[in-house]
């Protein structure tokens, strides 16, 4: 994969899209999901009564929100897209030339599809 010609233009940004994407998601590891942790399970705690769940109790929650998970989920989006992109490089690349063309196997073609069904499933029931 790495010797095909269309590759080396994109190796590099490729990595570096994948060493950032992983750098965020570090980072965001290592902030912690709410400003003020105590309040927020105080919040959790206090969201229903005996009459059910409180109007309006996660909008101060959601006040004490961090960049915690925006910046993983950027993070492991940037990793997923360079790690997407190399695979079509893999899968549709030719080996002479600097483009892309449909894989001229049948099995090859049919096997692609059925990742991306199972891809799709897959993020649907884990979502």
């Known amino acids: 994969m790495f010797d095909k010609p269309f590759f080396q233009s994109l ?3 490729l990595i570096g899209s994948a060493i950032l994407g992983c ?3 570090a980072y965001g590891l290592s ?5 003020d942790m105590a309040l927020a399970a105080q919040l959790n705690l206090d969201a229903c ?5 409180i109007e309006g109790w996660y909008d101060q929650k959601s006040a004490l929100e961090t960049w915690r998970y925006p910046l993983m ?6 990793v997923l897209g360079a790690v997407t992109i190399s695979a079509i490089v893999a ?14 196997q049948k099995a090859t073609f049919f096997g692609l599809g059925a990742l991306v069904f199972g891809l799709s499933w897959s993020s649907q029931i884990w979502s």
């Open 49 to 53: 009564d005996e009459n059910g769940v």
């Open 11 to 13: 190796k590099w940004p």
């Open 23 to 25: 750098a965020l998601f």
């Open 91 to 104: 899968a549709f690349a030719q080996s002479s030339r600097v483009s892309l063309q449909t894989p001229s």
């Open 73 to 78: 989920n950027g993070g492991i989006s940037v």
């Open 31 to 35: 902030i912690p999901p709410y400003s």
